[in-house]
């Protein structure tokens, strides 16, 4: 072979090469990031200071979309469809993701994504108006044995009536959920006005609807009221929470996945990002991918159990 062939032979690798290295650099150009409900919302408001830190740490604009619609579900399955190739991916909650693919068959299930990181959570306090003669998990018990305990919340299948279900397995009870439609006020107004005995909510319960709580469903207590006790303090390990996680479509590579997880838990670490948290009254909660998938798969087949026992799923 000529020295000229050779020459031009090693140009020709050198730019195999580089086209090789060039194309394993991700991300190359913005990221789409998918919140299945509306702007300035619960879900949207964490997945913005999230969107912000991935920017700033992986060198390329997050973009964050609203689709809104049955639950979450809209947006989910459009995200669900989508090339996956890392740069369209989706920040969603627990229900949109673990329960709406139980009630609806949607077009999703738990096959259908590649679990990237747990980003957050915002664990449930139970809940009684003000004047409530119940001041105890005892006494709500009591209330319950008696026939007569309502528990209220948004429509069968959301998060609050599957708590509502893990409370009534736990501390052997049956109490009553009644479905309020309208939101968290329309809920405050029902409990705080006794015609609902009890509810769940965040840890701004007490300045936004006034309600007084009894106990804290996660596994420790909490440093913005560290004087009510959790459940697992009170003789019943029961935790509840509505969580958020990142997700991309089946299919993603792996390598993709991987950096996008490392970029998470240092996003979600930063000072700005933990702020931003806090004022927003919800807890920073990193998974990684490997610990993240494992325990998105268990809460799916979990909810799915609870929702079939209900009479909601056949």
């Not at 140009?11 to 299945?36: F, K």
């Not at 240092?266 to 325990?295: P, Q």
């Amino acid at each position: 072979m000529s020295k000229l062939r050779l020459f031009a032979s090693a140009i020709a690798g050198a730019g195999l090469l580089a086209a090789g290295a060039a194309h394993a650099e991700y991300p190359e150009r913005a990221v789409s990031v998918m919140v299945p409900f509306g702007a300035g919302g619960g879900t949207d408001v964490p997945a913005r200071f999230f969107a912000a830190e991935m920017e700033k740490i992986l060198g390329q604009n997050f973009v964050v979309s609203n689709v809104s619609g049955a639950g979450g579900t809209v947006g989910a399955t459009q995200l669900s469809k989508a090339k996956a190739d890392g740069y369209s991916l989706g920040f969603m909650p627990v229900g949109t993701t673990t329960t709406q693919p139980h009630l609806k068959k949607t077009k999703y299930n738990v096959d259908s994504w590649a679990p990237i990181c747990l980003v957050a959570q915002g664990p449930y306090y139970l809940n009684v108006a003000k004047n409530s003669p119940i001041k105890t998990v005892q006494d709500y018990i009591a209330k319950a044995k008696s026939g007569g305990l309502k528990f209220g919340g948004p429509g069968p299948g959301s998060i609050p009536h599957v708590t509502n279900m893990l409370l009534n397995q736990a501390l052997g009870i049956n109490a009553k959920y009644i479905p309020v439609s309208g939101g968290g006020g329309k809920i405050a107004a029902e409990v705080n006005g006794g015609r609902i005995d009890a509810t769940v909510w965040f840890s701004d319960f007490d300045s936004k609807y006034g309600y007084r709580a009894i106990a804290l469903l996660n596994d420790q207590r909490s440093k913005t009221h560290p004087n009510i006790p959790t459940m697992k303090e009170q003789g019943f390990d029961v935790s509840s929470f509505v969580w958020f996680g990142f997700f991309a479509p089946k299919g993603t590579p792996a390598n993709v996945v991987s950096t996008l997880s490392g970029a998470c838990g240092k996003a979600v670490a930063t000072e700005s990002f933990v702020n931003n948290m806090k004022k927003a009254k919800r807890l920073v909660r990193y998974m990684d991918t490997a610990e993240f998938t494992k325990f998105f798969r268990e809460t799916y087949m979990k909810n799915g159990e609870l929702l079939k026992k209900a009479g909601l799923v056949k």
